[in-house]
């Protein structure tokens, strides 16, 4: 890449090929596991007892969790928490999903979270996600292109030239095949590599199988689906495995999936995963309850999230006076109702941090007559009690099946992550 810096080309390759091995929350947690391994990090079960280890992750479902201990970590050192999600909206595939209408088979699905669901249309969409057969196996699968959502010819209703309007039920299943179909179970176990199994049940989605791609005269710009947010959990996981992140603090690695469908799931932020996980942990390093609450008492949260840089064509849906753009850094989020849990003792310790790595950063504040979107920051302050902040960097179409970002500002996002991890 022409006119950019070495570190922050190699950070968005990386995005890229993080992007590409994780088209479903499944996909991201076990490619985020096989790094930590590379990392020497212990998989530890929640069925088993945690024994103390300095350096362990352990997943459930489209979840995961990883720490770092300290050598001589005491209570007041607390610890220092990076969380973001795995999920990014989509369309989920029904049970019984053949349909047949006009001599083509279509697949039924779900919307799941909230896609710009006009983006979908007219891209070549894969499935990927996880089956489990009837022995009980669970296994990921992504086949290639196989599926599109077509968009109706503007010669055959001129209304909707202009401004797609799509029935949920009617217009977003996806073609399958003319004629009969293949027997899409069939197909899932194949692309499972599970021939001969029998299918019990399946988390299945579609996926837009393009590429990523560096773009812009001056190579200044990132078309990625999956920005939201997989930005913020692949900037937080190279800070955590970057060495250069040891700091005091017992630090924590934590990706929730279910945040486009609310998180109330026990995978989610407002299930008690972190907590439990938390509290396993300070329990094998021989905490009480009083003294775990002391360590709490010590920490801190950072929330990672995509949030929206100022759209040129919409400008007055934003504030006048915070006007966030790409590849001038990520935002400190701030909500006076608290849809962002930041509040100045939060923010302090971003800008801290933001100077300490040298990057630039930048206030997002939402438009008053726009309602704000939330993140897991309040859900995570709410449940641990603990100081939070909400960051990410900005987006233009956020939950579009083809989002853009600056190509700095992921690299940004991961060298301030490092920064708060390292801080005393
Ligand atoms: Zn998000």
């Known amino acids: 890449m022409i006119g950019r810096m070495a570190p922050m080309a190699s950070h968005i390759e990386d995005l890229a090929a993080f992007v590409a091995a994780s088209p479903t929350s499944y996909h991201a947690v076990a490619h985020i596991t096989s790094r930590l391994e590379e990392g020497r990090y212990v998989s530890l079960r929640e069925t088993d007892p945690w024994m103390p280890e300095p350096r362990a992750y352990a997943v459930r479902d489209g979840a995961v969790i990883a720490w770092r201990v300290p050598d001589g970590w005491r209570p007041q050192d607390g610890i220092r928490i990076v969380g973001s999600h795995t999920d990014s909206p989509a369309l989920k595939l029904k049970p019984n999903p053949v349909l047949s209408s006009a001599g083509w088979s279509q697949l039924g699905v779900e919307v799941y979270g909230g896609p710009l669901l006009g983006t979908w249309l007219d891209r070549e969409l894969g499935l990927a996600g996880r089956i489990v057969t009837r022995d009980g196996e669970v296994r990921l699968l992504a086949t290639g292109p196989i599926l599109r959502v077509p968009h109706l010819a503007p010669h055959l209703d001129r209304t909707l030239a202009d401004r797609v309007q799509l029935d949920r039920q009617r217009h977003l299943q996806p073609v399958y095949a003319v004629g009969t179909a293949p027997d899409p179970?069939?197909?899932?176990?194949?692309?499972?590599?599970?021939?001969?199994?029998?299918?019990?049940?399946?988390d299945v989605f579609c996926y837009p199988t393009e590429p990523s791609a560096v773009f812009g005269v001056q190579h200044e710009f990132f078309a990625s689906w999956r920005l939201d947010n997989l930005s913020s959990v692949h900037a937080s996981l190279t800070a955590f495995l970057d060495e250069a992140s040891a700091g005091e603090s017992l630090a924590v690695f934590a990706a929730f999936d279910h945040e486009e469908v609310g998180s109330s799931t026990r995978s989610g932020a407002s299930g008690p995963f972190l907590a439990d996980a938390?509290?396993?942990?300070?329990?094998?390093?021989?905490?009480?309850?009083a003294t775990h609450l002391q360590a709490l008492a010590a920490s801190s949260c950072v929330s990672a999230d995509a949030g929206h840089a100022v759209h040129p064509n919409y400008a007055e849906q934003h504030d006048p006076g915070n006007r966030p753009l790409p590849n001038r850094g990520p935002l400190l989020k701030l909500s006076?109702?608290?849809?962002?849990?930041?509040?100045?003792?939060?923010?302090?310790?971003?800008?801290?941090?933001?100077?300490a790595a040298g990057v630039p950063t930048q206030e997002f504040v939402s438009n008053n007559a726009v309602p704000c979107g939330s993140t897991i920051g309040p859900l995570t302050a709410t449940r641990l009690g603990i100081v939070t902040v909400d960051v990410g960097i900005p987006l233009l179409s956020m939950h579009s099946a083809r989002e853009l970002c600056g190509v700095d500002d992921p690299g940004h996002l991961a060298a301030a992550l490092v920064a708060y991890w390292a801080a005393a």
Do not use: H, M, P, V
């Open 185 to 202: 179970y069939e197909l899932l176990l194949e692309a499972a590599g599970a021939t001969g199994s029998e299918l019990a049940s399946y």
């Open 278 to 289: 938390l509290r396993r942990i300070t329990a094998s390093l021989g905490l009480d309850d």
């Open 336 to 355: 006076a109702q608290q849809r962002y849990a930041s509040d100045a003792t939060g923010s302090a310790l971003w800008y801290a941090a933001c100077r």
